[in-house]
């Protein structure tokens, strides 16, 4: 198994990006989630056991440049394929968890032609009154793991884990990163993270796969049922023992799950 | 120097147990605590008061724009003005402001202080904040990281639909405009002065110092973080090769007087306590979303130690804590004297907006103090900028005739 990353131009100079490539097989493009992704992550390793994997990280996250050409969904959405091109891909399997999902679907949603294979995980991107999505720019730091785990004394574990907030200089570079983080996630997941996409659904042709967290008290199962309404033919598999961060708490299940697209 | 006589507004009302019962004074407070009937007492005594303050020679009188704020109960600041430019003749009307960015489409800023300028025979100053995270992002839901870009976009417009004699295409990435036509137009020319609410970020510094706009600077925690930020901003106006003019920048102060340090302690303390304790009860996830600030601004507030204001902060503070950090300066006409003098020196700044009205305070009391501020104190720091005087370009013109209001006429009285 091979691991690499790298920063490639893309959009004719207009951005760059950080990529993390590892594993062999079939290609497959992993989307990261509002909270971003790191080059040592598991759940990553977990996917490049089976499949070549390829996670850029959006403008705003790690050292991806190029946040302030990106205002909308659109932009947000013609930018990931601009990042399949520059890869030199065609018709990976697309994987987006979270904030990722949403753009995966709107990239199969607005180019049906161009994704025919398509996992969301717990995808943002529809609302449902009944079930209204808290609103995570205004938490705490500590209100966080129990939103986004299963197990939140994990969570906080996982969250805490390599630096200290009362140290000056963590703390700045901290909020440095999650200004950045979180200004960009905002553009398409403030203060509603509804673009409009329950409109396109109808468009997506990809054989799909829903992946959620039996226990997700960020974007409820019910939105797994209602993305599956929305998709011709996509297919819900819910996972125990799991919240908002699936992919985290579960990763093999997650990887299972995936293996229908094969 | 002048005065600006300011009020926020405040809801009277809070209930003692509001910090243990409710999270926050702003954003997301149940609206069940407002009680229009007793609203209505309350806004016409507030504006009772700034009317009351042009009789005893304030400069100007000043409203500002919150949302969703039990502490601020002006969303609509032209409203406030529009009422204050028929009963005052004289004052200067600060505006501070309408929050540019939050208007769709933004000219109708434009209409609105111009209408302001025309009424009130060109006594308007023009305020043009960002408006906080609060207000903006919580409170209006506009998108943090493109809040700057509609801004500006927003005060090219303005700017341009002031300035122009016939109707202009304005194509905007956020407003679209095929007829940008502004009836009516401002009495000033070019346009009325503008005042730039900030708060300690670089770019807004530099906004005002290119544009001859005032900086104004309104926070309650007092000198210490005003006197970092203000030596940062008159070191880039250096840097610009601006001139030094203390009428370029603008503080607001909590200000308390009366007869004694001891009376103003016994006879303000409660009210200053309702404000510091109720008021700023804000919760701390609504104080700025991810984006509101820029990054060039969080990486200087760290470099220069300036201190995140915290809302809370000042709760748990003793009066003569509130006094030593300069949260407020209270006490006897002389003890309010000689700190105005320092602050003032200190700063250099050439308006003070006078907070007087502090949170549940009484209509008498208020009246106290303001009057006492106007004939013990304000006489006494009026000169301090003597040199500078002549600098009219921070500060209205009005017309030297204005018309006032008739009286009403009555069916008797034909």
Same mark, same amino acid.
């Given at each position: 198994?091979?691991?690499?990353?790298?920063?490639? =131009?893309?959009?004719?100079?207009?951005?760059?990006?950080?990529?993390?490539?590892?594993? &062999?097989?079939?290609?497959?493009?992993?989307?990261?989630?509002?909270?971003?992704?790191?080059? =040592?992550?598991?759940?990553?390793?977990?996917?490049?056991?089976?499949?070549?994997?390829?996670?850029?990280?959006?403008?705003?996250?790690?050292?991806?440049?190029?946040?302030?050409?990106?205002?909308?969904?659109?932009?947000?959405?013609?930018?990931?394929?601009?990042?399949?091109?520059?890869?030199?891909?065609?018709?990976?399997?697309?994987?987006?968890?979270?904030?990722?999902?949403?753009?995966?679907?709107?990239?199969?949603?607005?180019?049906?032609? &161009?994704?025919?294979?398509?996992?969301?995980?717990?995808?943002?991107?529809?609302?449902? =009154? $009944?079930?209204?999505?808290?609103?995570?720019?205004?938490?705490?730091?500590?209100?966080?793991?129990?939103?986004?785990?299963?197990?939140?004394?994990?969570?906080?574990?996982?969250?805490?884990?390599?630096? =200290?907030?009362?140290?000056?200089?963590?703390? &700045?570079?901290?909020?440095?990163?999650?200004?950045?983080?979180?200004?960009?996630?905002?553009?398409?997941?403030?203060?509603?993270?509804?673009?409009?996409?329950?409109?396109?659904?109808?468009?997506?042709? $990809?054989?799909?796969?829903?992946?959620?967290?039996?226990?997700?008290?960020?974007?409820?199962?019910?939105?797994?049922?209602?993305?599956?309404?929305?998709?011709?033919?996509? &297919?819900?598999?819910?996972?125990?023992?799991?919240?908002?961060?699936?992919?985290?708490?579960?990763?093999? $299940?997650?990887?299972?799950?995936?293996?229908?697209?094969? | *120097?002048r005065f600006v006589w300011f009020?926020?507004? !405040?809801?009277?009302?809070?209930?003692?147990?509001?910090?243990?019962?409710?999270?926050?004074?702003?954003?997301?407070? !149940?609206?069940?605590?407002?009680?229009?009937? %007793?609203?209505?007492?309350?806004?016409?005594?507030?504006?009772?008061?700034l009317?009351?303050a042009e009789?005893?020679g304030y400069d100007g009188l000043g409203v500002?724009?919150?949302?969703?704020?039990?502490?601020?109960? *002006?969303?609509?600041?032209?409203?406030?003005a529009?009422?204050l430019a028929?009963?005052t003749s004289r004052a200067a009307l600060v505006v501070l402001?309408?929050?540019?960015?939050?208007?769709?489409?933004?000219?109708?800023?434009?209409?609105?202080f111009?209408?302001l300028d025309?009424?009130s025979g060109g006594r308007l100053v023009a305020g043009?904040?960002?408006?906080?995270?609060?207000?903006?992002?919580?409170?209006?839901?506009?998108?943090?990281?493109?809040?700057?870009?509609?801004?500006?976009?927003?005060?090219?417009?303005?700017?341009?639909?002031?300035?122009?004699?016939?109707?202009?295409?304005?194509?905007?990435?956020?407003?679209?405009?095929?007829?940008?036509?502004?009836?009516?137009?401002p009495i000033q020319?070019?346009?009325p002065p503008i005042f730039?609410?900030? @708060?300690?970020?670089?770019?807004?510094?530099?906004?005002?110092?290119?544009?001859?706009?005032n900086?104004s600077?309104?926070?309650?925690?007092?000198?210490?973080?005003?006197?970092?930020?203000?030596?940062?901003?008159?070191?880039?106006?250096?840097?610009? @090769?601006?001139?030094?003019?203390?009428y370029?920048?603008t503080?607001?102060?909590?200000?308390?007087?009366?007869?004694?340090?001891?009376?103003?302690?016994?006879?303000?303390?409660?009210?200053?306590?309702?404000?510091?304790?109720?008021?700023?009860?804000?919760?701390? @996830?609504?104080?700025?979303?991810?984006?509101?600030?820029?990054?060039?601004?969080?990486?200087?507030?760290?470099?220069?130690?300036?201190?995140?204001?915290?809302?809370?902060?000042?709760?748990?503070?003793?009066?003569?804590?509130?006094?030593?950090?300069?949260?407020?300066?209270?006490?006897?006409?002389?003890?309010? %004297?000689?700190?105005?003098?320092?602050?003032?020196?200190?700063?250099?700044?050439g308006n003070i907006i006078c907070?007087?009205?502090?949170?549940?305070?009484?209509?008498?009391?208020?009246?106290?103090?303001?009057?006492?501020?106007?004939?013990?104190?304000?006489?006494?720091?009026?000169?301090?900028?003597?040199?500078?005087?002549?600098?009219e370009?921070f500060w209205i013109h009005p017309l030297?005739?204005r018309?006032?209001?008739?009286?009403?006429?009555?069916?008797?009285?034909?």
């Amino acid at each position: 198994m091979s691991n690499r990353s790298y920063v490639l =131009d893309i959009a004719a100079g207009r951005r760059k990006i950080r990529v993390f490539e590892a594993g &062999e097989g079939r290609p497959l493009v992993f989307l990261h989630g509002a909270g971003g992704l790191s080059e =040592d992550s598991p759940f990553l390793a977990a996917l490049a056991g089976r499949w070549h994997v390829f996670a850029p990280l959006l403008p705003g996250y790690g050292d991806s440049e190029g946040a302030e050409g990106l205002r909308d969904m659109l932009d947000v959405t013609l930018h990931s394929f601009d990042v399949l091109d520059a890869l030199g891909l065609d018709r990976p399997i697309l994987v987006g968890h979270s904030m990722g999902g949403m753009i995966a679907a709107e990239m199969a949603a607005v180019a049906p032609r &161009e994704v025919d294979r398509l996992a969301l995980i717990a995808p943002a991107g529809l609302w449902l =009154d $009944a079930h209204p999505v808290p609103d995570l720019f205004s938490k705490l730091p500590h209100e966080l793991p129990a939103l986004l785990f299963h197990d939140p004394a994990f969570g906080e574990r996982m969250m805490t884990a390599g630096g =200290d907030l009362d140290d000056p200089k963590f703390l &700045e570079a901290f909020i440095i990163r999650n200004t950045r983080q979180l200004a960009m996630a905002g553009k398409i997941l403030f203060p509603i993270p509804d673009r409009g996409l329950s409109e396109r659904l109808y468009r997506i042709r $990809a054989k799909t796969v829903l992946i959620w967290g039996d226990n997700d008290r960020v974007i409820a199962p019910a939105y797994g049922d209602a993305f599956c309404r929305g998709i011709a033919g996509a &297919e819900l598999i819910r996972v125990a023992s799991a919240g908002h961060m699936v992919i985290v708490e579960q990763p093999a $299940a997650v990887v299972g799950a995936l293996t229908r697209l094969d | *120097m002048r005065f600006v006589w300011f009020n926020l507004m !405040p809801w009277p009302d809070l209930p003692e147990d509001f910090r243990e019962k409710y999270r926050s004074v702003w954003v997301d407070i !149940p609206s069940a605590l407002y009680d229009p009937v %007793r609203g209505h007492e309350v806004y016409n005594t507030y504006l009772d008061q700034l009317e009351f303050a042009e009789t005893v020679g304030y400069d100007g009188l000043g409203v500002n724009e919150h949302h969703a704020n039990a502490y601020g109960l *002006m969303p609509s600041p032209c409203l406030m003005a529009a009422a204050l430019a028929r009963r005052t003749s004289r004052a200067a009307l600060v505006v501070l402001g309408s929050s540019i960015a939050l208007y769709d489409p933004p000219i109708r800023v434009a209409e609105e202080f111009a209408m302001l300028d025309v009424i009130s025979g060109g006594r308007l100053v023009a305020g043009f904040p960002v408006g906080t995270s609060m207000d903006t992002n919580y409170a209006y839901g506009r998108v943090p990281g493109t809040l700057r870009e509609r801004y500006a976009e927003a005060h090219e417009l303005i700017r341009r639909a002031w300035a122009a004699d016939e109707p202009f295409v304005f194509n905007g990435r956020y407003t679209k405009l095929r007829y940008a036509n502004c009836w009516p137009k401002p009495i000033q020319k070019p346009h009325p002065p503008i005042f730039i609410p900030g @708060g300690g970020s670089v770019e807004t510094y530099d906004f005002c110092i290119e544009n001859n706009y005032n900086y104004s600077y309104l926070s309650f925690f007092g000198f210490l973080r005003a006197r970092r930020l203000m030596e940062n901003y008159w070191q880039r106006v250096a840097e610009l @090769g601006a001139d030094d003019s203390p009428y370029r920048a603008t503080f607001a102060q909590i200000i308390c007087v009366g007869e004694t340090d001891a009376e103003a302690e016994r006879i303000y303390g409660p009210h200053v306590s309702y404000f510091f304790n109720r008021c700023l009860h804000v919760f701390p @996830g609504f104080a700025d979303a991810p984006g509101y600030r820029t990054i060039k601004t969080i990486q200087s507030e760290f470099l220069n130690q300036l201190a995140r204001p915290n809302l809370g902060q000042a709760a748990s503070l003793s009066w003569g804590e509130l006094i030593e950090r300069g949260y407020i300066v209270a006490g006897s006409p002389d003890t309010v %004297r000689e700190r105005m003098e320092e602050l003032i020196k200190t700063l250099r700044v050439g308006n003070i907006i006078c907070g007087i009205h502090v949170g549940d305070m009484p209509p008498e009391k208020t009246r106290h103090s303001t009057e006492l501020f106007a004939k013990k104190v304000m006489p006494h720091l009026r000169g301090i900028w003597k040199d500078y005087d002549n600098d009219e370009r921070f500060w209205i013109h009005p017309l030297p005739q204005r018309v006032t209001p008739a009286p009403i006429a009555t069916e008797a009285a034909r």
